[in-house]
């Protein structure tokens, strides 16, 4: 094996494993998120801004927060 197929190996290993941990992020997000957790306490306990993290809810079905002012918890 060469040094390039050593390094494509090493490097699609290490690519699945963060496939999988970002699936693991984003189950564990849309969990907190359906508990009520508000978008940006996420995202401040995650690696992901608050858009993103918004994102991620929007393609899980969570709806957005109504507008005005959000009680403080």
């Given at each position: 094996?060469?040094?390039?197929d050593?390094a494509t ?5 290490a ?10 992020v984003?189950?564990?997000i ?13 995202a401040?306990?995650?690696p992901?801004s ?12 969570i ?11």
């Amino acid at each position: 094996m060469t040094g390039l197929d050593r390094a494509t190996a090493r490097y699609l290993k290490a690519k699945a494993e963060l496939d999988a941990a970002t699936a693991v992020v984003a189950e564990e997000i849309v969990v907190e998120l359906r508990r009520g957790t508000p978008p940006t306490d996420v995202a401040e306990r995650s690696p992901y801004s608050p858009a993103y993290v918004r994102r991620i809810a929007r393609e899980h079905g969570i709806a957005p927060a109504p507008p005005g002012p959000k009680p403080k918890g």
